[in-house]
């Protein structure tokens, strides 16, 4: 059988991710490689709970997680964040500063990760240039998608924050029940109805 057949490693995936985010090439990442742990996450496992310490970082091969806070005053859920298919997951404010959580973060589907350990990380740091610029480039990612979310509460209509959502994470409108979206929106059910209604209308 011809190896161009063959369907990528879960690591070889991770490395061309990491190559187009920050330029981690196969010899860099190489350093990497005995520090990356595989693990499958049933659907509400938790990948981190509140108030614990984030320690990990990683990097979602399959599978939808959401972050989100329970307000005091009604117990309701509130999600926050998604990660979804090929992007990297963590309680980002918790594990860069080694602090406790303020959110859940959890599966919604049964999912795959590959994760590292916040200790091997700073190792890399200190190792390589490249992995410390990787470093950088994700805590300026954590930062700008903070800012984003908050911005767009203030600036941005529900039908473009949706559209925004549907863009970042195309999968996440098959995976999950669309009250986990009207929550990220924050709006109700019927609005999130009438926002789909008019997109498939144009």
Same mark, same amino acid.
């Given at each position: 059988?011809?190896?161009?057949?063959?369907?990528?490693?879960?690591?070889? @995936?991770?490395?061309?991710?990491?190559?187009?985010?920050?330029?981690?090439?196969?010899?860099?990442?190489?350093?990497?490689?005995?520090?990356?742990?595989?693990?499958?996450?049933?659907?509400?496992?938790?990948?981190?709970?509140?108030?614990?310490?984030?320690?990990?970082?990683?990097?979602?091969?399959?599978?939808?997680?959401?972050?989100?806070?329970?307000?005091?005053?009604?117990?309701?859920?509130?999600?926050?964040?998604?990660?979804?298919?090929? *992007? @990297?997951?963590?309680?980002?404010?918790?594990?860069?500063?080694?602090?406790?959580?303020?959110?859940?973060?959890?599966?919604?589907?049964?999912? *795959?990760?590959?994760?590292?350990?916040?200790?091997?990380?700073?190792?890399?740091?200190?190792?390589?240039?490249?992995?410390?610029?990787?470093?950088?480039?994700?805590?300026?990612?954590?930062?700008?998608?903070?800012?984003?979310?908050?911005?767009?509460?203030?600036?941005?209509?529900?039908?473009?924050?949706?559209?925004?959502?549907?863009?970042?994470?195309?999968?996440?409108?098959?995976?999950?029940?669309?009250?986990?979206?009207?929550?990220?929106?924050?709006? *109700?059910?019927?609005?999130?109805?009438?926002?789909?209604?008019?997109?498939?209308?144009?």
């Amino acid at each position: 059988m011809s190896s161009e057949n063959l369907e990528p490693t879960p690591l070889q @995936v991770l490395q061309q991710a990491l190559f187009t985010l920050a330029g981690i090439d196969e010899q860099e990442f190489q350093i990497s490689e005995g520090f990356w742990q595989f693990r499958k996450y049933e659907k509400k496992e938790s990948f981190n709970d509140y108030k614990q310490v984030c320690k990990y970082l990683g990097f979602v091969l399959e599978g939808v997680f959401r972050t989100y806070f329970i307000q005091e005053e009604t117990g309701e859920e509130k999600n926050v964040f998604f990660f979804s298919k090929h *992007q @990297v997951i963590s309680s980002f404010q918790s594990f860069l500063t080694q602090s406790p959580c303020k959110y859940y973060t959890q599966a919604m589907t049964e999912s *795959q990760v590959l994760y590292i350990h916040k200790e091997h990380l700073d190792q890399l740091y200190n190792t390589s240039h490249k992995w410390e610029r990787m470093g950088r480039l994700m805590a300026e990612m954590a930062f700008g998608a903070a800012m984003s979310r908050a911005e767009s509460f203030m600036f941005t209509p529900p039908e473009e924050r949706y559209l925004e959502l549907v863009a970042q994470h195309p999968d996440l409108l098959n995976e999950v029940p669309l009250y986990h979206i009207s929550s990220y929106l924050g709006i *109700q059910g019927p609005s999130l109805s009438r926002i789909r209604k008019r997109i498939s209308g144009k």
